[in-house]
């Protein structure tokens, strides 16, 4: 099967078949939006559990995970490779742990190995502001990855968990490259030259990531896509293209980055409560983060439709087993490079 010779039914077909895994799923802040994901067939999605939330809160947040997922016989906690491979055999849905920054590390590296215990397997550096670890990606300076911040990679390298780069500085995620022993990963990141956003990444960044042999998840949010509000499919699969053209199709996937304030997920005036509290807290700059409404791209409006990106990449002429490595087959390869099983 390829771009060229779509049968009807192909595309769903191949879908149902894949492995399909969304590499950031902010907007599994509220457990109960799993029934999005689990309609769109994602065979494992990877909920943020932690953003700038102190050690004292995040654990509650573990706590709150844990006891979901034992109530729910659909899912189950991705620990190895392994456990994503068995939920595609049950019919179900894994659930990886994922950080957005390392606030909740605080300043004591003996938190990581806790959160390591209860399931953690991904961590991301800053969240768009420096740390402890290293400058974000919206920071006035770029001074690269801190001497704790070399102790926390080499800490994630001994705990086995996947060091991510997204919303992080130039240079910090560089170095961080320098220090991981394994792949690294842009769970949510946009090539820069397409679209010049500063949550963006360069080239460089890119083919370095590749060279670990790590991933970029390609990243759904409209204000990384362009100036268009209401990006279509075909301007998302450009980003795809374009990281497959620089890095070769075993290292780019998604991170579509579906999020709490997005479109149709609240009402319009929840949404912008939430967005004016991220923009007077710094979590968000309002030159990089427009207002809401925010759309991601026509046909994957949200995790449900995830099949017709799979059916996007066939007609733009990918042939299946490319389709699947961009699907969920590359994070797989990743996770299980990292933790084993």
């Excluded at 709490?260 to 997920?265: F, R, V």
């Amino acid at each position: 099967m390829d771009g060229q010779d779509i049968k009807p039914g192909d595309a769903q077909a191949l879908h149902d078949d894949a492995i399909v895994i969304d590499g950031v799923c902010p907007l599994l802040m509220e457990p109960g939006n799993v029934d999005h994901y689990i309609k769109g067939g994602l065979t494992a999605a990877v909920p943020t559990l932690a953003i700038r939330e102190s050690a004292e809160v995040t654990l509650r947040t573990f706590g709150r995970w844990l006891r979901f997922i034992d109530g729910d016989d659909r899912l189950r906690l991705a620990e190895t490779a392994a456990d994503i491979e068995a939920a595609k055999k049950d019919g179900g849905m894994a659930i990886v742990f994922h950080f957005q920054g390392t606030d909740a590390v605080e300043d004591n590296l003996d938190t990581l190995d806790a959160y390591h215990a209860m399931g953690l397997r991904m961590v991301q550096l800053t969240y768009n502001v420096k740390c402890r670890v290293g400058d974000g990606a919206l920071e006035r300076t770029d001074a690269g990855l801190s001497l704790f911040g070399q102790d926390l990679v080499k800490r994630c390298n001994d705990l086995k968990i996947v060091v991510d780069g997204s919303h992080t500085g130039f240079k910090t995620t560089m170095d961080a490259m320098e220090v991981c022993d394994g792949p690294f990963v842009f769970s949510h990141a946009n090539a820069k030259a397409l679209h010049p956003s500063p949550r963006n990444i360069t080239d460089e960044q890119m083919k370095a990531c590749a060279a670990t042999g790590g991933i970029v998840g390609i990243n759904g949010f409209p204000s990384f896509l362009g100036d268009d509000p209401r990006p279509t499919l075909d301007r998302f699969i450009e980003f795809i293209d374009y990281a497959v053209e620089l890095m070769g199709i075993d290292h780019v996937g998604l991170g579509i980055d579906y999020y709490m304030g997005m479109d149709p997920i609240i009402p319009a005036e929840k949404a912008k409560a939430r967005y004016d509290d991220a923009i007077a807290t710094g979590r968000w700059d309002a030159s990089v983060y427009p207002p809401p409404p925010h759309y991601f791209p026509s046909g994957i409006e949200t995790p449900a439709s995830l099949s017709n990106l799979t059916a996007g990449l066939l007609a733009r002429g990918y042939a299946a087993d490319d389709v699947k490595k961009v699907m969920g087959g590359n994070w797989l390869r990743v996770f299980r490079t990292v933790w084993g099983g």
